[in-house]
Nanobody
Framework: QVQLLESGGGSVEAGGSLTLSCKVSTYTSVAWFRQAPGKEREAVAAIIIGGSPSYPDSAEGRFTISQEHAKSMVHLQMNMLKPEDTGMYYC????????????????????WGQGTQVTVSS
């Protein structure tokens, strides 16, 4: 069973930065998703263990996902935050060896964290 623990959410003014962290016991791919009130959950970044990151076009180069293997952590650095980035951010992981879905698809991930709130004020 994969275990995840998110941290790092909070409130920030527009233009500011936040780093979210996910401690994940084991994985083959980890992604960060967000869900704003009244909106569907969407991926903001994903990374395969030892591999390159993937981002949706909507990330606009403002988000960076990285791995810290020694601490079993995956970080999401978010810069130039906008009010529309407000939402609950979830870390998700899979330990599957073969991927039937895109790493940016929620369908790939079997394990989800509890979420951490990010609020960006204008």
């Amino acid at each position: 069973q994969v275990q995840l623990l998110e941290s790092g959410g909070g409130s920030v003014e527009a233009g500011g930065s936040l780093t979210l962290s996910c401690k994940v016991s084991t994985y083959t791919s980890v992604a960060w998703f967000r869900q704003a009130p009244g909106k569907e959950r969407e991926a903001v970044a994903a990374i395969i263990i030892g591999g390159s990151p993937s981002y949706p076009d909507s990330a606009e180069g403002r988000f960076t996902i990285s791995q810290e293997h020694a601490k079993s952590m995956v970080h999401l650095q978010m810069n130039m935050l906008k009010p529309e980035d407000t939402g609950m951010y979830y870390c998700a992981a899979t330990d599957d060896m073969k991927f039937r879905f895109s790493v940016l698809s929620a369908q790939l991930y079997k394990y989800w964290g509890q979420g951490t709130q990010v609020t960006v004020s204008s």
